[in-house]
């Protein structure tokens, strides 16, 4: 049984619109408003303002602008000459000068040390440090500590740094820096090859580094001559007195006592190296042709054994006599009172004559002796430097 259901029916309104029907791809409108009521319109800051009226005698002296404008002349342009000139600076105001310096007044000069600026006069006056080391009291250094401690008189005065002294001035040393000079010690080093002798080069080591207790020479630390220990505080300032190059070996004197090293490389120093040379004979260098290593002293000429012994220069400078001898046919022995750069070396290659081998056996009445390679030994109370008539025939020269 089927029911049926009764139509209905949309009545519209009179002027009312027709509903359409709606999908997904029908056309949509946007609903209608109403208008919205007018605005007063503001002014905009960019709008045209109304021309302002010109105040009378305003522009009097400014040329008008509507006049058309003259093109620019170079020529008339001013300078900077002329701009400066017409309107001129007026100069700074000039500063007063600086007062006059005060006049000095020259400063009391003390009667017992006359003219302490004067070093050198007439009167014979050096300075007391370098009198000091003439005398061989100690080194300059030495005598500068010495007296800025107070420790110098000058005829029963204190000394002064840098005062001049005469020859017959009486000068004093007290205990106390007899005492600290006793302390300083002299050591003999029998340097191996490839150790220099000053300060590491080339990355070689000082030979001053070798100074240490496994070092020292079992003789001298078991019976030392002196009674003399071994310290630590022994390394210390410790200068070589003279260059022994780095393939040479041999004896090397290493101090802290400045009496020593003035003896030994002091400018009027005449004490004697001994060296023991072995050659080859090498008229065309140690790389060319007709090098004899055996039997040198057969072939080599008499005449140039003579100028080994004088009439060689080096640098322009005349080299002082040296005793130099055969000691076998390859080995030459050298005695010399002086200490230029790798002498021997240069004097041999003058000759002709190739240096394969060196050796320092003595310095002044001080020999090497059965000192090994490597080790070393305190200078001993009984031994000197100077040899018998060696200091006087310095001091004559």
């Known amino acids: 049984m089927t029911t049926s259901k009764p139509e209905r029916t949309l009545s519209l309104k009179p002027g009312a619109a027709k509903k359409t029907a709606s999908g997904p791809f029908s056309e ?3 609903p209608v408003r109403p208008p919205a ?15 302002r009226e010109r105040e009378p005698g305003f522009d009097r002296d400014r040329p008008p602008f509507d006049r058309e404008r003259q093109p620019f002349d170079r020529k008339r342009a001013p300078s900077g000459d002329d701009r400066r ?12 000068p600086p007062p006059a310096p005060r006049p000095v007044a020259p400063r009391a000069v003390d009667p017992r040390r006359p003219d302490l600026a004067r070093v050198g006069n007439a009167k014979g006056e ?43 001035v009486k000068i004093e040393v007290l205990p106390q820096a007899r005492y600290q000079q006793a302390g300083q010690v002299t050591i003999l080093l029998h340097k191996p090859m490839g150790y220099v002798s000053g300060q590491p080069e080339d990355g070689h080591e000082a030979a001053a580094t070798l100074i240490g207790s496994p070092s020292q020479w079992r003789g001298d630390a078991r019976t030392p001559s002196d009674g003399r220990r071994f310290a630590p505080e022994h390394t210390r300032g410790l200068a070589p007195c003279g260059r022994l190059d780095i393939d040479s070996v041999g004896l090397l004197v290493l101090t802290q006592d400045g009496r020593v090293a003035r003896t030994l490389i002091g400018e009027n120093s005449g004490i004697e190296k001994e060296y023991l040379v072995r050659v080859q004979w090498a008229p065309n260098g140690p790389q060319g042709e007709g090098v004899v290593a055996q039997n040198v002293e057969a072939v080599f000429p008499p005449e140039q054994l003579a100028r080994l012994r004088h009439g060689l220069s080096l640098e322009d400078q005349p080299l002082k006599p ?14 010399l009172v002086e200490g230029k750069k790798r002498q021997i070396r240069r004097m041999c290659e003058q000759v002709g004559l190739h240096v394969v081998g060196l050796k320092r056996i003595r310095i002044g009445g001080v020999v090497l002796g ?6 070393w030994r305190y200078l001993g109370a009984e031994e000197s430097f100077v040899r018998d008539g060696t200091q006087e025939k310095t001091d004559e020269s």
């Open 28 to 30: 949509r409108r946007s």
């Open 37 to 51: 009521p007018a605005r007063a319109k503001s002014v905009s800051a960019s709008a045209p303002k109304p021309p």
């Open 85 to 96: 000139a017409a309107s001129p600076r007026t100069p700074p105001p000039r500063m007063a």
């Open 126 to 168: 050096v300075r007391l440090n370098k009198r000091m080391a003439e005398l061989g009291l100690c080194s300059r250094r030495e005598a500068d500590a010495w007296i800025a401690r107070g420790w110098v008189l000058v005829d029963g005065e204190p000394a002064e740094m840098g005062m001049p002294v005469a020859p017959d």
């Open 322 to 335: 040296a005793q130099v001898e055969w000691m076998n046919p390859e080995q030459l022995r050298f005695v």
């Open 370 to 375: 059965n000192l090994p390679v490597g080790q």
